[in-house]
């Protein structure tokens, strides 16, 4: 005999009611925390019990192990009918990503760059390198360990600080700018390009320089040059020269951004020309806090760059082409 329905359930068609398998066990048993592969996110599982490698598009999944949530995927259990206790990862359906001019839609893996590979989500471009950086060769062996000759033995602590000093010579741990504020190791990724060459535009870069110590994405307006019908008339290049880094208005002004005023007028520095086939770009900077009045809807205020000094270099690319300070090694 079936057992019982009870109210809410509903009879398949073979009248026989379908046993959901329990997935989720407690208390809590967890083995050790797994480490996932580049572009894979760490996450409670389902269960709300221990910290698993999220399931990616096409794996299989349950109550229990959950789809990447960062990536947009969710678990299709169309395809389990009538049971629903096994489905697929699957992307939702959202916008797709410009970079560049191309465009790619929503979970489409690819690669712009030799070095990075991008996967796009709802809007958003994620990277991850290519190459892994090797870990530089440790001077010493395990106390287990077979010594080679003219090697050092060391212990367990000596281990992990050799690792923790062959981590710090990785390019990509170099190049982030690490500073401990308040128990967060404060890190952030360099500016990317202005988004215009000329008049305002808008940098981002992503930090964790918040009080959450979570990594976010910052914006700030930029103003490289003011847009000049002919700007080599308003720039006087010394005699003898054939480049002139900065140059300033002859009288402080205000800015202009989206329909909005500045209350204060500001006398900028901004990145000159050169005769040659060369551009001029900011090398120093510092950050400034701007106030705008917008005509019958008040006041805001917005982080900008303020140039203090620029330089000119033969390697000049497109405003916002996120690669183009990548070099291949």
């Given amino acids: 005999h079936s057992p019982p329905v009870k109210p809410g359930e509903k009879l398949s068609e073979t009248g026989d009611v379908h046993q959901?398998?329990?997935?989720?066990?407690?208390?809590?048993?967890?083995?050790?925390?797994?480490?996932?592969?580049?572009?894979?996110?760490?996450?409670?599982?389902?269960?709300?019990?221990?910290?698993?490698?999220?399931?990616?598009?096409?794996?299989?999944?349950?109550?229990?192990?959950?789809?990447?949530?960062?990536?947009?995927?969710?678990?299709?259990?169309?395809?389990?009918?009538?049971?629903?206790?096994?489905?697929?990862?699957?992307?939702?359906?959202?916008?797709?990503?410009?970079?560049?001019?191309?465009?790619?839609?929503?979970?489409?893996?690819?690669?712009?760059?030799?070095?990075?590979?991008?996967?796009?989500?709802?809007?958003?471009?994620?990277?991850?390198?290519?190459?892994?950086?090797?870990?530089?060769?440790?001077?010493?062996?395990?106390?287990?360990?077979?010594?080679?000759?003219?090697?050092?033995?060391?212990?367990?602590?000596?281990?992990?600080?050799l690792q923790s000093r062959n981590y710090r010579l990785m390019s990509a741990y170099r190049s982030l700018p690490l500073v401990l504020k308040n128990k967060c190791l404060v890190q952030a990724t360099p500016w990317t390009p202005c988004s215009r060459t000329c008049g305002i535009g808008i940098s981002t870069r992503v930090t964790n320089e918040n009080r959450k110590c979570e990594m976010k994405k910052e914006k700030r307006l930029c103003f490289i040059q003011p847009c000049l019908t002919n700007i080599l008339k308003t720039i006087k290049i010394p005699k003898g020269r054939t480049c002139q880094p900065t140059f300033q208005l002859p009288t402080a002004e205000k800015l202009f951004f989206s329909g909005c005023s500045t209350t204060q007028t500001y006398k900028l520095t901004f990145c000159g020309v050169c005769l040659d086939k060369r551009c001029c770009i900011p090398h120093k900077s510092k950050m400034i806090t701007v106030q705008f009045e917008c005509p019958s809807e008040g006041f805001f205020q917005w982080k900008m760059m303020w140039i203090t000094s620029c330089v000119c270099q033969r390697i000049c690319s497109a405003p916002g082409d996120v690669f183009s300070e990548l070099k291949i090694l």
């Fill in 20 to 161: 959901r398998k329990e997935v989720c066990h407690w208390p809590c048993r967890c083995p050790p925390v797994p480490t996932c592969t580049p572009g894979v996110s760490l996450v409670k599982d389902g269960c709300g019990c221990c910290k698993v490698c999220a399931k990616q598009s096409g794996e299989t999944c349950n109550e229990a192990d959950i789809c990447d949530p960062h990536k947009g995927l969710y678990c299709d259990y169309s395809e389990d009918e009538p049971r629903y206790e096994t489905g697929v990862c699957a992307y939702l359906v959202a916008v797709g990503c410009e970079l560049n001019g191309v465009y790619y839609l929503n979970g489409q893996t690819f690669q712009p760059n030799p070095l990075y590979k991008c996967l796009c989500v709802s809007g958003a471009i994620g990277c991850t390198p290519v190459f892994t950086p090797r870990l530089a060769a440790s001077p010493c062996t395990r106390v287990s360990g077979r010594k080679k000759p003219g090697q050092a033995i060391c212990g367990p602590g000596q281990h992990k600080q």
